[in-house]
């Protein structure tokens, strides 16, 4: 099982960044599950603070051998990902 965050625009937006931050980091210090990003409704692109925080959650949820996953990422979020061979580093589900 996995517990599922479904993520919207203003989440990722520069106001609701530190919200969507203490968000996720809440979850993660509570669960003994993965966690899955559910990008579906994200419109736009992610900036690298943004990458910054999903790199974080990766780091936090793999020192206790848990899994951050994303799911429904749109084309140019995937380009970006693989542009930067975050593709390789976390897990991107359809």
Known sequence: MAIVIEI????LSFDGLSGFRERIMSTISHT????????TEISMSLDSA???ELMKFHSALE?????????GV???IRTVF????LDTIL????
């Open 8 to 11: 919207k625009n203003n989440d």
């Open 32 to 39: 003994k599950e993965d966690v899955v990003l559910d990008f």
């Open 50 to 52: 943004t990458i910054g």
């Open 63 to 71: 020192s206790q051998d848990l899994q951050l996953q994303i799911r």
């Open 74 to 76: 749109n084309k140019l």
């Open 82 to 85: 693989r542009l930067n061979k």
């Open 91 to 94: 897990h991107l589900i359809d």
